[in-house]
């Protein structure tokens, strides 16, 4: 879009300089200078939400890789965790065995 901007602001001085030699009092040049007028309007609209849409999806985007890197680091970790879970001995029935067993699941 915003390659297009120098074109479309070259017709709209174009279009300027052909009303400026129209009289402006005959009821033709009003109602092409308000069609004009329309016509950037929804032009400006037009543009601002490209923007906004470019904006949303360079967000999007952005999401999009911070997710896909905490699905790698959780698919790097799992298989860890896993493996040291499958380890583990049974829990004790002995209460210093037990803080021992907790000390080094929290050392994991």
Known sequence: MENQEP????????????????????????????????????????????KERK?????????AE???????ELESWLPVATENIASLQPISTEPDTVKKQLEDLEVR
Do not use: C, W
């Open 66 to 72: 911070e997710f896909q890197k905490a699905v790698q």
């Open 55 to 63: 904006s949303k999806l360079q967000d999007d985007i952005s999401n």
């Open 7 to 50: 074109g479309i602001k070259s017709l709209d001085d174009r279009l300027e300089s052909l009303l400026d030699k129209v009289d402006e009092k005959t009821p033709e040049a009003q109602m092409v200078k308000h069609e004009i007028s329309d016509v950037g309007d929804k032009y400006k609209d037009y543009v601002d939400k490209l």
